[in-house]
């Protein structure tokens, strides 16, 4: 790997390392029980979606492999479905506090520290996987063509893709555009792309998948102010629009592109 890449991967490794993703999502001991429930359930009371996507029932019984674990959120409900999970983490922190959740749940995985470009050259047991899965991952990683490359190499024709990257044609996009807003809770993340279902048509097709399903959700709709305090008030706008139109908009200008995908 090239010195400027290899940069690159510990500048994002460290900012990662710094704070792990949604470690802030609840104010409990970190490490208990009590701690990670309250964790999921605030994740996935603002990301509901994310359930619907990964179908973590589906995966029991199966092999799954999961690039960018972070704290182990998704990973032990593939877990708890009775999937057989791996899970490759770049940042120390994130993967300690997620061998601690699996530990403390007494749930079983294999978890690993690797970078998504160097899949190929880690520990991580070989393929094929049923599942390759990888939620808001790769659009931190230098070089996500060579990343995704490196997901072909565990998976076989019956494999399924499931990932989440960000949208470029998306509200939080524009807020970004315009200084109103950032790719991240903390500030400075050195790498996070976002991308048209073009451009992931394109990056995909070179990796050698094919697309089967590609839709948009997530528009984040509460005051900062109130949430970061764990209160979930309504932006005054989107309180007063109707739920077919809040739909669409969701639908149309989320900020998580969700992309299923198969081998070619």
Request: charged share 25%; hydrophobic share 35%.
């Amino acid at each position: 790997m090239r010195g400027s890449q290899s940069d690159e991967i510990s500048q994002v490794r460290d900012y990662w390392d710094d704070r792990p993703c949604n470690i802030r999502h609840s104010d409990l001991p970190m490490g208990t029980r009590e701690y990670f429930d309250e964790v999921e359930e605030r994740k996935y009371f603002v990301e509901p979606h994310i359930p619907a996507f990964a179908e973590f029932e589906k995966w029991e019984g199966k092999r799954v492999l999961e690039i960018g674990c972070g704290i182990g959120t998704d990973a032990i409900n593939f877990s708890r479905a009775g999937a057989d999970y791996v899970g490759v983490e770049l940042s120390p922190e994130s993967l300690k506090l997620a061998m601690a959740r699996f530990k403390v749940f007494g749930l079983q995985g294999q978890l690993f520290e690797a970078d998504a470009e160097s899949l190929s050259e880690s520990e991580i047991p070989d393929g094929p996987y049923d599942l390759v899965y990888s939620f808001g991952v790769l659009h931190h990683t230098p070089n996500t063509a060579r990343a995704i490359q490196q997901l072909s190499t565990f998976m076989g024709q019956k494999s399924v893709l499931k990932i989440m990257m960000y949208a470029r044609n998306s509200w939080k996009s524009m807020l970004i555009e315009e200084g109103l807003d950032q790719p991240e809770a903390q500030d400075n993340c050195p790498i996070a792309r976002t991308y048209t279902p073009s451009q992931i048509s394109e990056l995909l097709e070179e990796g050698g998948f094919s697309i089967e399903e590609i839709w948009q959700d997530h528009v984040f709709p509460y005051q900062i102010r109130e949430y970061v305090n764990s209160r979930y008030e309504l932006e005054p706008w989107f309180a007063a629009m109707p739920p077919n139109v809040w739909h669409a908009m969701n639908r149309h200008l989320g900020w998580h592109m969700l992309i299923t995908a198969r081998l070619r």
